[in-house]
């Protein structure tokens, strides 16, 4: 299997910081990734598939970039609302795996 | 709209066995596969297996390979997913989702988990 490696588990940040989560895989995974942003209770939701493609409705202040086995999720400029855990996700190779996710927490 | 809506919270005892039901809605059944992803308590996702909706061809994880049968009633547009043997560590929040990814015959590209849904909690306990 791809183990994907999460860093950091947790970030603390403030109102219109620039974040960044990396998302490192075992193996390369070429574009194969998607982000999720999950919130308490609630249903995983698709942000980013394709490594860089922003899914239909997300916000634009979400971004995706990399390759190989390295990849990266930002968010421009930090709203309220985006107090979640993120997930990366690989479906390049069976079976598929996710990592284990990013905690962040809005100061 | 597409919607999954999935059966209701499950409690069984060690051993047992569970079926969740996922019905889709709003897209073309056949045309998309569909995944299940499970959740424990506050832990991360884990994938547990996919179906190719048009045709019933399965694959599954290794960890759950042999007590999971994921199964497609193409009438009703439903997808379900049964594991038996349970025991406490498959106490979780069980999810089924759709692959964006399009299908065409019995094969499908993976690309990513576009619909969810609302998720079916599954208790294990004596």
């Known amino acids: 299997d791809v183990q994907l490696s999460q860093s950091p588990s947790f970030l603390s940040a403030s109102v219109g910081d620039r974040v960044t989560i990396t998302c490192r895989a075992s193996h390369d995974i070429t574009g194969y990734v998607a982000w999720y942003q999950q919130k308490p209770g609630k249903v995983p939701d698709l942000l980013i598939y394709g490594a860089s493609t922003l899914q239909t409705g997300a916000p634009s202040r979400f971004s995706g970039s990399g390759s190989g086995t390295e990849f990266t999720l930002t968010i421009s400029s930090l709203q309220p609302e985006d107090s979640a855990t993120y997930y990366c996700q690989q479906v390049k190779h069976y079976a598929v795996t996710f990592g284990q996710g990013t905690k962040l927490e809005i100061k | 709209q597409v919607h999954l809506v999935q059966s209701a919270t499950e409690a069984k005892k060690p051993g047992a066995s569970v079926k969740v039901s996922c019905k889709a809605s709003?897209?073309?059944?056949?045309?998309?596969?569909v995944h299940w992803v499970r959740q424990a308590p506050g832990q991360g996702l884990e994938w547990l297996g996919w179906v190719v909706t048009g045709y019933g061809n399965t694959e599954y994880l290794p960890k759950v390979q042999g007590r999971i049968t994921i199964s497609v009633d193409t009438s009703a547009s439903t997808v379900n997913m049964e594991l038996s043997s349970l025991t406490s560590e498959d106490t979780a929040v069980y999810y089924c989702?759709?692959?964006?990814?399009?299908?065409?015959?019995?094969?499908?590209?993976?690309?990513?988990?576009?619909?969810w849904g609302q998720g079916t909690t599954v208790t294990v306990s004596s």
């Open positions: 709003g897209y073309r059944f056949s045309d998309y596969a």
């Open positions: 989702a759709r692959d964006l990814g399009h299908c065409s015959g019995n094969r499908c590209t993976w690309a990513a988990f576009d619909v």
